[in-house]
């Protein structure tokens, strides 16, 4: 059995793999409540870790005195070339969702949509080379950046039912503006690729992939937790070919 971790900004998940595929997802608020769910862990053989937080070495050196463990980086060895130009910035979870779409479209033209506190769009082409692609705010980031850098917009919790274009109220502009304009561009980005890559296949993922996926009009797959699916490929390749 595998333990996949996958820490990111705003939270941790973990998840054990057998060789059949995800068998137990759990979600933590902090890296130390990972820690202390002991029985958990130790169901695992083998464990693997990405990170895009700094700073996490003495959580990475507790947990590998619990179980063998793999901290994923640029120079761990991937079934994808790297052709990042800056490779020693690419967050963790851009990589590993990619690695993880790779095991299910190989040798395909894949860009994976990965919907969390930010929206990362990740291309890899048909040589299986993974190349770049963008990162816009994700929907929360949105509300807050409207509220904290105006002087009178207010704090508005996302209201994933709101469909209406035109808003007559405050709050009913922000979420307009938010939620359809995240639509709209998500949209226009997978239009722009397809236009390049007319065989391409978009991959959605993460915390608002589900929110996504009902209003987008492109054809698309989901797959919810990638990330940690890729980060279990990785550990896998690793193992055999060490």
């Known amino acids: 059995m595998n333990l ?3 820490i990111g900004n705003t939270r941790v998940k973990a998840a054990l793999f057998s060789k059949e595929g995800p068998v137990d997802l759990h979600i933590y608020q902090t890296p130390e409540e990972l820690l202390n769910d002991f ?3 130790k169901k695992a053989q083998k464990a693997i870790i990405g990170s895009v937080l700094a700073d996490q070495e003495p959580f990475f050196k507790k947990l590998n005195e619990l179980i063998p463990l793999l901290l994923f980086t640029t120079n761990t060895a991937i079934p994808l070339k790297n052709k990042y130009q800056s490779a020693s910035t690419l967050g963790s979870d851009r990589l590993a969702a990619s690695v993880g779409a790779y095991n299910l479209y190989p040798n395909q033209n894949v860009l994976v949509i990965d919907a969390g506190t ?3 769009y990740n291309f890899t082409n048909v040589s299986n080379e993974y190349i770049g692609g963008g990162i816009s705010p994700g929907l929360e980031m949105r509300f807050k950046a409207l509220h904290q850098l105006t002087s009178k917009l ?3 919790e996302a209201d994933l039912s709101f469909k209406e ?3 007559t109220n ?3 502009s922000i979420l307009s503006g938010i ?8 949209e226009g980005i997978m239009d722009q690729y397809r236009q390049q890559f007319p065989d391409l296949i ?8 589900e929110y996504l996926a009902k209003r987008l009009k492109n054809s698309i797959f989901a797959h919810q937790n990638l990330v940690l699916k890729g980060l279990n490929d990785i550990l896998n390749y690793t193992l055999e070919n060490t």
């Open 154 to 156: 207010p704090l508005v």
């Open 179 to 186: 939620l359809n304009g995240t639509v709209a561009e998500v």
């Open 4 to 6: 996949a971790v996958d």
């Open 202 to 209: 978009c991959v959605l993922t993460g915390g608002d992939s």
């Open 118 to 120: 930010c929206i990362k």
């Open 170 to 172: 405050t709050k009913n």
């Open 39 to 41: 029985d958990f862990i």
């Open 165 to 167: 274009l035109v808003g």
